[in-house]
């Protein structure tokens, strides 16, 4: 498996010839984006609306059709034995196929490059010597700030040359980081693949360690659906759900790079907060509480007893006649409501119009020809309105569960024979609020308001949706994450050992039961491509004590040196030797991250800040002169560094609330590290490290 880099003749190099291929690649691409731009919509378009749809779509056209100076246009080449079937791929003729990140023709409309997602580019992923797939030759090539500077073989076909790991996607995955996370398309393995391009039916449920590439296998998922149904996936849309906005800024750029610009992005706490100012704070246990899903029987036990029984009759008055439902009937309506466990919205709407049938079929016997007009008329008339108000009555979620965690004996009425009182009073405000305004909602109220909507009216659903970090959602989170996608399907991606909420989850199959998608196949990625060999061992020490069971990831990367464990005398000379650990990463090509307990962030930004060190904020991206985050521990989780100093391990454990849940924490901050790892301390390590 040769690599090759040289200068030469076109005709006689193949260096040169991929290179001239490259160049007229972007000429065709330019050529493509000018013929967008040249449009002219003026005598197609009905309306001035139509027109500005059209005029949107173009501009999104146009700008997917950019070529980005640093994103190679192709990575690979398959040389197929046989001419490929037009079933295979859209326009594929002959048998040698560039592969790049999107689709590029000639004036003629023949395949320059053929998008990775097609079908005719996955034996670039997949494709091996037990199995060739009619593929010949494999090359892939090697860029340098763009520009194309060596290429590799593999002679799927000769049984004399051994298999073995490439030299340029060994060099792709350990290129260094220079900003935020990038796209893993001309690097994704055969397990990573067959996740990719599962169908968009069915949910999927990653299990990855650190450095197993489970968030960009998630995304490049988003962008083989998109592919593969996006006439689907533009009507229902897609959704990226993340841990937080530095997480989100860090790999908002992945999508674009593969040309998808439509794909929205948020955090759970998104979701759920609108319309909702979240003000206040929980503590754990009651944190806890609010998300647990014995809360979402509390709630629709708390919803249903607005109903009451009718004990009168409904008289409406039309013209000279007065028209009865006696309150047997009503009874029976109201009963068959509650039996069909409608929404308590759509029942509140339902309601009107039964009263009123039941007035025309009245009608009706009497002689009369009521139509619908009449039937909705009816069902406005204001003894028809008053009954339905006291009967089932509209309901407020927000002042619905302001009432649940004011009043003692509300919640307890509801919460009879699912919460003990000690949970009860956990979930109880202290002061109770006087009004949903000026009430001091927290992120887990926010979760219930948004449980107590859906019961109320339903949530609208999405095609597809992708939750990454998804071990750290409560019960109650999962479910609201699951309402936003009843009709359609998702990519939850995690790690157990990296749950670093008091209510992360304890099982994939009870997460996914919380979502809605019990049905869902759990797949592992236990290959890690990002992590050196030497750091993931060190970390997977603490699996045992955070994860007992769960694999520990098998890193293909062995670097010696890549790990470095510091003590130091005391916490006197900490900061200095912390300091001069990030000073020597700063000699090395690559972006820096210095991982320390929240508690420790202000001491260490006064520290480099006086030795005249600029510093950025976790998920800021990277510059020449400015290369070192400092990360605040609780938001180190989906980051990575080409170098990680990690600032007194005992002070991350002894950061959060309980043993575990700060040893999770360690793990995580253990993990980020691409090249090198320098653990700097003065206390005690922990014991499970050790």
């Known amino acids: 498996m040769p690599a090759h880099a040289h200068e030469s003749d076109p005709t006689t190099d193949p260096l040169a010839h991929e290179r001239a291929h490259l160049a007229a690649s972007r000429s065709a691409l330019r050529a493509m984006r000018e013929d967008v731009q040249a449009l002219d919509i003026r005598d197609v378009t009905a309306n001035w609306v139509n027109a500005a749809v059209l005029r949107s779509q173009i501009d999104e056209r146009i700008k997917s059709l950019a070529d980005l100076a640093h994103t190679p246009l192709f990575f690979g080449r398959l040389d197929y034995l046989h001419a490929v079937g037009a079933d295979r791929a859209e326009g594929a003729e002959g048998e040698q196929f560039y592969i790049g990140r999107r689709h590029v023709h000639d004036a003629d409309g023949d395949p320059m490059v053929i998008d990775w997602r097609a ?212 009874e029976e309506m109201v009963t068959e409501l509650l039996a069909r466990d409608m929404r308590y919205g759509a029942a509140h709407e339902a309601l009107p119009q039964r009263i009123a049938h039941a007035v025309l079929v009245r009608m009706e016997e009497a002689g009369e020809a ?184 098998e890193s293909v990367r062995e670097s010696p040196g890549s790990l470095e464990v510091r003590p130091v005398a005391g916490p006197e000379e900490l900061d200095a030797a912390v300091l001069a650990a990030c000073e020597e990463s700063l000699t090395r090509e690559g972006s820096i991250g210095l991982i ?14 006086a030795a005249g060190h600029s510093y950025l904020s976790p998920g800021e991206e990277t510059t020449a002169e400015s290369r070192l985050t400092l990360v605040p521990a609780s938001l180190a989780k989906g980051l990575e560094y080409d170098y990680v100093v990690l600032d007194e391990p005992a002070a991350v454990v002894d950061g959060e609330p309980d043993e575990r849940t700060g040893l999770r924490r360690l793990y995580v901050a253990l993990t980020r590290a691409v090249s090198g790892l320098t653990v700097v301390h003065a206390a005690e390590m922990p014991d499970a490290l050790v």
């Not at 593929?135 to 194309?148: K, S």
């Not at 860090?250 to 610009?261: C, F, K, M, R, T």
Request: net charge neutral; aromatic share 4%; glycine share 8%.
């Open 370 to 553: 009521p139509d619908d007009r009449v039937q909705n008329a009816v069902a406005r008339n204001p003894a028809v309105k008053a009954a339905v108000k006291a009967i089932w009555p509209a309901i407020d979620p927000a002042k619905l569960v302001l009432r649940l965690l004011s009043d003692a004996e509300f919640l307890a009425a509801h919460a009879d024979g699912l919460l003990t009182e000690d949970e009860q009073k956990a979930a109880l405000w202290a002061k109770p609020a006087r009004s949903v305004k000026s009430a001091k909602w927290s992120v887990a109220d926010a979760v219930l308001i948004d449980e107590a909507s859906d019961l109320v009216a339903r949530t609208h659903s999405l095609g597809h949706v992708v939750l990454d970090e998804a071990q750290d959602l409560s019960p109650m989170q999962y479910r609201a994450v699951g309402r936003r996608c009843t009709t359609g399907s998702a990519t939850v991606l995690g790690d157990l050992a990296q749950g670093t909420t008091p209510w992360s989850t304890e099982s994939w199959a009870q997460a996914l039961h919380h979502l809605g998608k019990p049905d869902a196949v759990v797949e592992e990625l236990t290959a890690g491509f990002r992590v050196p060999r030497e750091v993931i061992a060190y970390a997977s020490r603490l699996l045992p004590s955070i994860s007992p069971g769960l694999a520990a990831v």
């Open 119 to 330: 079908p005719v580019s996955q034996p670039f992923y997949r494709a091996s010597k037990k199995d060739p797939q009619d593929v010949g030759r494999r090359r892939r090539f090697g860029y340098t700030g763009g520009e194309l500077t060596a290429y590799e073989d593999e002679d799927l076909t000769d049984p004399a040359e051994a298999e073995r790991t490439s030299k340029l996607l060994q060099a792709e995955i350990e290129r260094p980081r220079v900003g935020p996370m990038r796209d893993i398309v001309a690097t994704i393995q055969p397990e990573q693949d067959e996740i990719v391009r599962s169908g968009l039916g069915g949910t999927v449920c990653v299990q990855g360690g650190p450095g197993t590439g489970k968030t960009a296998v998630g995304l490049h998922r988003v962008a083989f659906l998109l592919y593969a149904h996006r006439e689907r996936l533009a009507r229902t849309g897609t959704l990226v759900i993340g841990p937080n906005r530095s997480f989100l800024h860090y790999i908002e750029q992945v999508l674009p790079a593969l040309g998808e610009l439509e794909v929205k992005q948020a955090t759970v706490d998104d979701l759920v907060t609108a319309g909702i100012e979240v003000r206040g704070t929980d503590a754990a246990d009651a944190a806890v509480v609010k998300g647990d899903a014995r809360m979402a029987e509390v709630l629709r036990r708390a919803i249903r007893s607005h109903v009451t029984m009718p004990t009168e009759p409904v008289v409406v008055v039309r013209g000279s006649r007065r028209w009865r439902v006696p309150a047997y009937e009503l």
């Open 596 to 609: 320390a307990a929240d508690a420790r962030v202000p001491a260490l930004a006064e520290a480099l800040t």
